[in-house]
């Protein structure tokens, strides 16, 4: 069964740091592309960060290039994202999903996203 799931959410001051990580299970980790996603109260989800082990592609979508870090660690089967710097409107539910198709790579379409996790909510106060 193909599992995800998020951790490392919390409440923090704006300028502060989280990281969040997202343990997966049920496939083989380094194949596929991890992509992590965010919904604000009353937006679209949307793409955040991106990384693919197979093909060495790392995504960040320009409202947090220079702030937040993926990486993973193919021996615990986990993605981070360290977030720095954090803002108000960094606010929203994060969640990790993974296409599982074949040549999977970054950065991974929420459409195409096939498996997510619970998600994690994050919230910067001002």
């Known amino acids: 069964e193909v599992q995800l799931q998020a951790s490392g959410g919390g409440l923090v001051q704006a300028g502060g740091s989280l990281r969040l990580s997202c343990a997966a299970s049920?496939?083989?980790?380094?194949?596929?592309?991890i992509g992590w996603f965010r919904q604000a109260p009353g937006k679209e989800r949307e793409g955040v960060s991106c990384?693919?082990?197979?093909?060495?592609?790392?995504y960040y979508a320009n409202s947090v290039k220079g702030r937040f870090t993926i990486s993973s660690d193919n021996a615990v089967n986990t993605v981070y994202l360290q977030m720095n710097s954090l803002k108000p409107e960094d606010t929203a539910v994060y969640y990790c999903?993974?296409?599982?198709?074949?040549?999977?790579?970054?950065?991974?379409?929420?459409?195409?996203?096939?498996?997510w996790g619970q998600g994690t909510l994050v919230t910067v106060s001002s």
């Open positions: 999903a993974t296409d599982l198709y074949a040549g999977s790579s970054c950065p991974v379409s929420k459409v195409a996203a096939r498996y």
């Open positions: 049920g496939f083989s980790f380094p194949d596929y592309a």
């Open positions: 990384i693919s082990s197979r093909d060495g592609r790392i």
